[in-house]
T-cell receptor, first 115, second 109 residues
Framework: GAVVSQHPSRVICKSGTSVKIECRSL??????MFWYRQFPKKSLMLMAT?????????EQGVEKDKFLINHASLTLSTLTVTSAHPEDSSFYIC???????????FGAGTRLSVL | GIQVEQSPPDLILQEGANSTLRCNFS?????LQWFHQNPWGQLINLFY???GTKQNGRLSATTVATERYSLLYISSSQTTDSGVYFC???????????FGGGTRVLVKP
């Protein structure tokens, strides 16, 4: 199956710093990538849809200035958590869709802890 | 938006037992996927099954699109089957997935 690589897998940072998370489709081109957030023992919550070469579409309640998304190429999308605070601590997961098969493949996730 | 409900929310199995997980959705869908989230958080694709029946080893899935539900069968469960099982749907190709609440499975040795 298709492989999606997500880095880093874990980040611990101080409050006020910015953290960048990368999501790469390794063996296919993904015109669309998605970013999710998951709280402990909860389901995945979609944060935004990232389309190559255009602005991301954010879900209601997600601050676009807090969570900056860039999708500069067909294989790379990045999520930057700006001025992180403890309440931003969470598990962030990206996915990429192969339009040919209409299947989403997920990265391994990034566990962010803000002290 | 479309609603996705999974049942049961929690399931405890003895190793070797069989089980059925259910996913109900409130509208017609273009795509339905089943995932297994392992203890490290990785979501593993199990099935892409907008309709019909598929089998992969001890796992199989059936989606009855006209009745808006899907079933995931686990046979001869093993401790490695433990984790959370999610179903997720989309209404259009390439569109965002809507996830169900998940079924947390614990298989005891």
């Amino acid at each position: 199956g298709a492989v999606v690589s997500q880095h880093p897998s874990r980040v611990i940072c101080k409050s006020g710093t910015s953290v960048k998370i990368e999501c790469r489709s390794l063996d296919f081109q993904a015109t669309t990538m998605f970013w999710y957030r998951q709280f402990p023992k909860k389901s995945l919550m979609l944060m935004a849809t990232s389309n190559e070469g255009s602005k991301a579409t954010y879900e209601q309640g997600v601050e676009k200035d807090k969570f900056l998304i860039n999708h500069a190429s067909l294989t790379l999308s990045t999520l930057t958590v700006t001025s992180a605070h403890p309440e931003d601590s969470s598990f962030y997961i990206c996915s990429a869709v192969t339009l040919a098969k209409n299947i989403q493949y997920f990265g391994a996730g990034t566990r962010l802890s803000v002290l | 938006g479309i609603q996705v409900e999974q049942s049961p929310p929690d399931l405890i199995l003895q190793e070797g037992a069989n089980s059925t997980l259910r996913c109900n959705f409130s509208d017609s869908v273009n795509n339905l996927q089943w995932f297994h989230q392992n203890p490290w958080g990785q979501l593993i694709n199990l099935f892409y099954i907008p309709s019909g029946t598929k089998q992969n080893g001890r796992l199989s899935a059936t989606t009855v699109a006209t009745e808006r539900y899907s079933l995931l069968y686990i046979s001869s469960s093993q401790t490695t089957d433990s984790g959370v099982y999610f179903c997720a749907v989309t209404k259009a190709a390439g569109n965002k997935l809507t996830f169900g609440g998940g079924t947390r499975v614990l298989v005891k040795p």
